[in-house]
C-alpha cells in the first residue's frame, strides 16, 4: 500500500483523525509521519493547554514572585515547561494548581484504588470520610433507613479498627 500523502513510498505508519466526529484514517509512509508528528507538535503543547487551564491570567505578576523554597521552581516555570520541580511544589503551588487539578481530573479528592504500600489505617480513614459523606446526605434527603445502614457501617469500621490497634 502506498502512502495517502506522498504516494511514492510505502505505507508503514496507520493513522486515525477525529475531526468533527468524522474519523479518518491514514496510511502513510515513515517520513509523512514524521513530518506529521512535526504539524500535531506545533498545534499541541501540553504547556498552552495547562496555561490555558488557569483561571487567573493576572495572577502572573505576583507568581513570579514566588518560588518552591526546595527547587526554585516559579509558577511561571511550570506554566512554561508543563512540569514541577519536585514533590514541594504542590504545596507552594496549591492554590494555583487546585482549579488546573479539578478541570482536568473533575475532582481534587483520590477516588481511585490504593496500592499495596499504602497503610491500612489510612483507606480505613478514607473510607470513614465516605461513609460519613453519605450519612450526611442521606440525613440531607431524610432516608433514614439508608442513614441507619451507612451509620451502622460506620460502627462497624471503627470497631475493626480500634480491634486491630489493640
Request: hydrophobic residues 35%; proline residues 2%; aromatic residues 8%.
Amino acid at each position: 500500500m502506498l502512502c495517502d500523502i506522498c504516494h511514492k513510498n510505502i505505507a508503514t505508519v496507520h493513522l486515525t483523525e477525529i475531526m468533527d466526529d468524522k474519523i479518518m484514517e491514514f496510511h502513510i509512509c515513515q517520513e509523512c509521519a514524521r513530518l506529521k508528528a512535526e504539524e500535531l507538535k506545533q498545534h499541541l503543547s501540553i504547556s498552552e493547554f495547562l496555561s490555558n487551564l488557569t483561571i487567573q491570567e493576572d495572577l502572573d505578576k505576583k507568581l513570579k514572585d514566588i518560588r518552591c523554597s526546595f527547587c526554585g521552581i516559579t509558577f511561571y516555570d511550570f506554566k512554561k515547561k508543563g512540569r514541577l520541580g519536585c514533590a514541594n511544589c504542590y504545596f507552594t503551588f496549591k492554590d494555583q494548581l487546585f482549579p488546573i487539578i479539578k478541570k482536568v481530573h473533575s475532582t481534587t479528592q483520590h477516588k481511585g484504588k490504593f496500592p499495596p504500600t499504602v497503610k491500612e489505617e489510612i483507606i480505613v480513614d478514607k473510607k470513614l470520610a465516605i461513609l460519613r459523606e453519605r450519612l450526611k446526605k442521606a440525613i440531607q434527603i431524610e432516608a433514614y433507613e439508608e442513614a441507619a445502614m451507612i451509620r451502622d457501617q460506620i460502627k462497624e469500621l471503627k470497631k475493626k479498627e480500634k480491634s486491630e490497634n489493640v
